[in-house]
């Protein structure tokens, strides 16, 4: 799978927008990228896949530009419950799995 | 539907005990992973199964096993626990086949002492 690298902390104030970027250089052709969120003491929670352009949902947007090398989680006003370690993953085909997780990017929301 | 189920949700265990952590995955789901999440090395992947085979597995010592068993719930055990196994362990469900989500229970809290 994919080694993905993302920014370890980024801050933010309620009602902002925030964008989160994730490089994963050695995408394959076949490879998916999927953002999951966790607070703490939980299991992470799917929020956004897409394979190529963009994607929403009623949460996020996901960008990937058409080399797919990287791709950007976009949070529309976030709020104080925002706050949460974010991950982005590249797998194939059903690796759902047998998910690889980096470090994650850990989001702080101020009031 | 109900959700990603682990039991039990707190344990605490002394080194060199044995312990075999439980999950009951969403209805219909057939793949089951194991994950395991400490500060230090953040979640790692233990291994996978998929009507009852195991698929994938991670890096971890032959410490770790599971099971699955034909109604898809799986259980994990460790034997000969040590302090470095003090951990949050994560189960997830999805329906193994095609690129759907995860979806991960809240996880056994498991201190050794």
């Known amino acids: 799978l994919a080694k993905t690298t993302q920014p370890i902390s980024m801050d933010s104030y309620e009602g902002q927008e925030v964008n989160i970027t994730c490089s994963h250089n050695n995408i394959a052709t076949n490879d998916y990228i999927t953002w999951y969120q966790q607070f703490p003491s939980q299991g992470p929670r799917f929020i956004i896949q897409?394979?190529?352009t963009k994607v929403t949902n009623e949460v996020a947007s996901l960008f990937i530009p058409a080399d797919r090398k990287s791709s950007t989680l976009s949070l529309p006003r976030v709020s104080l419950s925002d706050t949460a370690v974010y991950y982005c993953l590249v797998g194939g085909w059903g690796s759902q799995g047998n998910l690889i997780f980096g470090k994650g990017t850990k989001l702080s929301v101020k009031p | 539907k109900a959700g990603v189920t682990q039991t039990p949700r707190y344990l605490i265990k002394t080194r060199g005990q044995q312990v075999t952590l439980s999950c009951s995955p969403i209805?219909?789901?057939?793949?089951v992973s194991w994950y395991q999440q400490t500060p230090g090395q953040g979640l790692q992947f233990l291994f996978e199964?998929?009507?009852?085979?195991?698929?994938n597995k991670g890096n971890f010592p032959g410490r770790f096993s599971g099971r699955q068993f034909s109604n898809s719930r799986s259980e994990m055990n460790v034997s000969t626990l040590e302090l470095g196994d003090s951990a949050l362990y994560l189960c997830?469900?999805?329906?193994?086949?095609?690129?759907?989500?995860?979806?991960f229970g809240q996880g056994t809290r498991l201190t050794v002492v």
């Open positions: 897409g394979y190529k």
């Open positions: 199964y998929f009507s009852e085979t195991q698929r």
């Open positions: 209805s219909g789901h057939r793949s």
């Open positions: 997830a469900s999805s329906l193994g086949r095609g690129n759907t989500e995860a979806f």
